[in-house]
């Protein structure tokens, strides 16, 4: 066997340029002044490999033998030491795509489809709150069905929609690290579903004021405040909260309210069409307007959803702003003959199938116009068919 160990730390520091054996296929390629490389001479397959160990800046002559003999009885293996270090290396940089360091990536790729960057709609709470506290620093390749299984079972039953949007965006992160080219379970999540079963949990729905006793709570709110005002356009809109706390001078054109699509579930612009009373609202919180916004807050930013729910509460209502929508889709069904698509479309909601809704080119403006003023009419108590049917 070739004799090992022939440098000396002197030798190693002292040396002119050129290329110096250690034995046992060690290297030492010194270059100018302090610098070199070493570098180990194996033979794999019949054919010899060269692989670097190292600056001798960084890699001491002790620390470059201890390399050498690692990689050597590698090679006596039969296996290639050079694409066994590619081998660990890529393992390694595996682990450090914990499941929490997907995710982040995940939400960070899809802040731009998300409203507010996704802080509208909490996109990333699910997540946080009830998952990456327990497996967040586990690598996402070794999570399976059994790991999600345990760890949303405490709140599966209790806490079910949460739940099951944990779930959801369980099932985007894995896509999104399968895209990277990590080896997850893309059926975890699925097969974790199974192991949980249905959720317990019954879905309770926003409780709405019957349509019959509207036009008494928008009388009620007759005195000129900010909320007031808004509560009142709230009813007259039929839009969600959001839309309408955030109103801005810009959005209005005339008789037409842009809602824009950031503030839309739907992600797309919305046309509402104002009825004259709605017009007659919006020219009395003119007196508020602060920044371009119609109902500010007395603080900063607008009026919060809260503030709206609190004043229901403190008249022992049981129903919440949101109801309202409720209200009005019933109103459209008992007490007027609107087409299913028109009364829908001033929900904003999405009527047929992709085909249908593809060859669908209208938003009903019109039709939707005629609507809300009947609407205006009866919930200020000014249709004198008391909401009978409208044709």
Known sequence: ??????????????????????????????????????????????????????????????????????????????????????????????????????????????KAELKEDGKAGRWFSPLELHVLPRLGQMPIEEIDQQDIKNTLAPIWHTKGETAKKAMNRLGIVFRYGAAMGL????????????????????????SALPWTEVPDFYDSLSDETVTNIAFRLLILTAVRSRSLRFMHLDELHEDTWIIPAVRMKTNKEFHVPLSTEAQSLIEQSMMFEKGGFLFPSVRKGVISDATMSRLMERRGMNSRPHGFRSSFRTWCAEATETPREVAEMALAHETGNKVERAYRRTDFLEQRRVLMERWAKYVSGKDVQLGGRNK
Not at 20 to 44: I, M, Q
Not at 79 to 85: F, M, Q, T
Not at 185 to 204: H, I
């Open 1 to 110: 066997m070739p004799a090992l160990n022939k440098l000396t730390s002197l030798q190693v520091k002292n040396a002119l340029p050129g290329k110096y054996s250690d034995g046992g296929g060690l290297w030492l390629h010194k270059k100018s002044g302090d610098s070199g490389n070493w570098f180990l001479r194996v033979h794999v397959y019949g054919r010899r490999r060269e692989m670097g160990l190292g600056a001798m800046s960084l890699v001491s002559l002790s620390e470059a033998r201890s390399e050498a003999a690692k990689w050597r009885a590698v090679a006596r293996q039969g296996r290639d030491p050079i694409k066994e270090r590619e081998k660990l290396r890529r393992q390694a940089s595996t682990m450090s795509y914990t499941l929490e360091n997907v995710a982040i990536e995940t939400f960070s790729a899809r």
């Open 183 to 206: 080896d997850v379970d893309l059926q975890a999540t699925m097969k974790a579903k199974a192991l949980l079963g249905k959720s317990r949990q019954v879905r309770k729905h926003i």
